[in-house]
Structure formats: C-alpha cells, structure tokens
T-cell receptor
Framework: AQKVTQAQTEISVVEKEDVTLDCVYE???????LFWYKQPPSGELVFLIR??????QNEISGRYSWNFQKSTSSFNFTITASQVVDSAVYFC???????????FGIGTKLQVIP | EPEVTQTPSHQVTQMGQEVILRCVPI?????FYWYRQILGQKVEFLVS????????KSEIFDDQFSVERPDGSNFTLKIRSTKLEDSAMYFC???????????????FGPGTRLLVL
C-alpha cells in the first residue's frame, strides 16, 4: 500500500522567510518515485520535481530545494526567501509497485504574507 | 512547451445527467490519466489508459464512468448519470510511456470543475 503524509495542513510565513514543507511516505516497494506538485489559486497542478528511490542526492532548483532521506522515509521541500507568488497548495506524491497510479498527500497550503 | 489542455473549464449539470469531459494530452505521450479532487481534499486517481484500453483503475472508477480516445488527439471521461458527490475538479494527465507508465512524470491539465446540482 502507498501512503503519503503531509502533517502541515497550513503554513503562513512572511515574505523572504525560508519555509520547509514536510512529506513522509510509506511503501513496501524498493523501487518508487516521489513527486512534488504545486497548485496555485488558479487550480492547475504544476509539476515541480520527480525523484526515484535510488537517488538520494538532494536537489536545488533556484530557490527550491528538496531533501530526500530514505532512513526517515521523508522527502521535504524547502523554499528559500519565499515570495508572495509561492502562495499555493503543495502536494507530495508517491508512485510505487510498478503501477501507474500516483498517490497524493493531502497537501500543505502555504501562504506568503507580504 | 507542450501542455495538456482540458475543456470545458467549468461545467454545471443536473443530477442524473450525463457529462463528457474532454482532454487533449501532450502529443507524443502514450499514457493518459484521469484524477479528481473534491473541493479541499486530496487528488485521487481514477484511471489510466494506454493503447486504447484501461490499464489501471481505482475503486472510485465504477460503472458510471468510462473513458475513450475517440480520435488521435482527444481523451474523454464520461460520467453516465451524475450524482451530487461527483462534484469535483477533474484533472487529465499524460506521460511519455517510456517506462510503461510506472514512475513517469504525469503532466496535468488545468482541470474541469464539475458542479452537479
């Protein structure tokens, strides 16, 4: 069974603060893939990153960075120097078992206050 | 950059009516998906489609739902007799198919917001 837990339902930060969104996943499979998607107020789902279970290297993309730790089954997402445009719901998601289905977490709503 | 498109953006229907939601996946992608998101809740997988057949489906995808690729570009989701609880945002997605669908990045369309009255 696949499960994704995003314990933070809502976070508010002041612009320029750093913020970390937590994601904990569960799967029995050794091969799996993790994703983050952004859902801005307009409603679309925007792909941010894909990670496979064999690559634990952290990734940085501009102000975004991701910390993948298999030992704690976590795939956390940090936004550095947050901006108002970062306000959105962020979903962590998991795919495993050779299936096509992606299981999403409940999402974390991030509000960046100017 | 290629993107998934969906029409209509909003649909209002009466309970018991049939609705068809349309999607145009990214042109060279081989796997297509439908997900739904009830307001304020998480995104849930409905079905995946490959080579003109359903590849996987969830327990949500019951007999009132069907999918079709009626031509070379469109991918549709039909809800035969809508219920109040079908009100949700419906997302179409597609992936390349290079890994047999599993583990691939799924690129989502903007969604169709369905309201059943």
């Amino acid at each position: 069974a696949q499960k994704v837990t995003q314990a933070q339902t809502e976070i508010s930060v002041v612009e320029k603060e750093d913020v970390t969104l937590d994601c904990v996943y569960e799967t029995r499979d050794t091969t799996y893939y993790l994703f983050w998607y952004k859902q801005p107020p307009s409603g679309e789902l925007v792909f941010l990153i894909r990670r496979n279970s064999f690559d634990e290297q952290n990734e940085i993309s501009g102000r975004y960075s991701w910390n993948f730790q298999k030992s704690t089954s976590s795939f956390n997402f940090t936004i550095t120097a947050s901006q108002v445009v970062d306000s959105a719901v962020y979903f962590c998601a998991l795919n495993s078992g050779g299936y096509q289905k992606v299981t999403f977490g409940i999402g974390t709503k991030l509000q960046v206050i100017p | 950059e290629p993107e998934v498109t969906q029409t209509p953006s909003h649909q209002v229907t009466q309970m018991g009516q049939e609705v068809i939601l349309r999607c145009v996946p990214i042109s060279n992608h081989l796997y297509f998906y439908w997900y739904r998101q009830i307001l304020g809740q998480k995104v849930e997988f409905l079905v995946s489609f490959y080579n003109n057949e359903i590849s996987e489906k969830s327990e949500i995808f019951d007999d009132q739902f069907s999918v079709e690729r009626p031509d070379g570009s469109n991918f549709t989701l039909k809800i035969r007799s809508t219920k109040l609880e079908d009100s949700a945002m419906y997302f179409c997605a597609s992936s390349t198919g290079t890994s047999g669908g599993a583990g691939e990045t799924q690129y989502f369309g903007p969604g169709t917001r369905l309201l059943v009255l």
